[in-house]
């Protein structure tokens, strides 16, 4: 299946954020429909199809919110008129930090080191 730009169209809401399943994890966008213009930056933006288009009504659909990149926030950034919302980065943080994923990043890394190494 592809998506209106030709794009394969993956299903990612079945995989985990640094353990958490990532239907627990409500980041995803949400369209302000009354600001929306319709431009269709968010679709051509973004990489991992989370959105459809409705072209009855030229606007954009959030079809795959799961699919959307924890943190990314880049179709509300490219948004002209700021129709594109997320959660508050507090709660992105506060996830963030109960998952202990700073400590797992740094220990990812440090594994990987120790990996290069011994192929020196």
Known sequence: MKDVLGRPIKDLSMQEWWGIPRREINWYPQIDYERCIGCGLCLVTCG??????????????????????????????????????FPPLGYLRKIRDNAKVVLKARQKLLEIKKNINSLE
């Open 48 to 85: 991992r199809t989370v959105y459809d288009w409705d072209f009855k009504n030229m606007k954009p659909i959030v079809a795959r919110p799961y699919n959307c990149m924890i943190g990314c926030d880049t179709c509300a950034k490219m948004c002209p008129k700021d129709a594109i919302l």
